[in-house]
């Protein structure tokens, strides 16, 4: 079967997969970071077929509502990859890929790297910010039912207001980015959340 091939049955079992995603996870999170991942790779020396695999797949089984599994991801990935005989060097890779993307392994440490992850963890972060990224916070937000914001409630790990989320991950996320297009494409988007909050907190005071 050839790549191309490849590709396109990977992006329909992905749509299909994640056909009852919530918002954060859903198909058009993948769409995004697939779009992404290929300027990246295409600047940066990667693999692309190993990158657009990895990121079409990343998102297949969450952890988190499989009681914390990481390893359902890259077991269907394996058997749907196996599944139309592609090399298995490449679906090796793309296995750890999956296992190793996530800001959680990466906080504590992160066994595996190559170009073809740190492309695809650039892609998946650069998700997380700019204006998708003020989009996504407040959708889960709201789908917890958690404030957007409250003053009395300073940021720390993980408390409830969503624009605390800001401080606590997404404005640290620009210095942890491992490819040069990614630090550039994520500057822009950190400076878009800086204007937001800005614009955010003036209106809070009716002051703008
Ligand atoms: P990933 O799986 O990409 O490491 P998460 O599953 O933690 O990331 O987050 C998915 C999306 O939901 C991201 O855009 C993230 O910013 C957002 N999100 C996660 N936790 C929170 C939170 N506490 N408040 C607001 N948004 C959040
Ligand atoms: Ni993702």
Known sequence: MDRDTVIQKTVDFVKEELFHAEGGHDWWHVYRVWKIVRQIARRENADLFVVELGALLHDIADSKFHDGD????????????????????????????????????????????SPELDAVQD??????????????????????????????????????????HFYEKLLLLKDRMNTRTGKEMAMERHRFMEQFLTQFYAEWDGTQ
Do not use: C, W
């Not at 298995?88 to 066994?111: D, G, L, R």
């Not at 917890?144 to 409830?160: S, W």
């Open 123 to 164: 892609a998946d972060r650069l998700d997380a910010l700019g204006a998708i990224g003020i989009a996504r916070a407040f959708n889960y937000g709201g789908h917890k039912g958690r404030p957007m914001y409250d003053p009395a409630i300073a940021p720390e790990l993980n408390t409830a207001p969503t624009i605390n």
């Open 70 to 113: 990481e390893t359902i991801g890259p077991r269907k990935a394996k058997e749907f990859l196996e599944s139309l005989k592609v090399e298995p060097e490449v679906i090796t890779h793309v296995q750890k890929i999956i296992a190793n993307i996530s800001f959680k392994s990466a906080a504590h440490h992160q066994e595996f790297r």
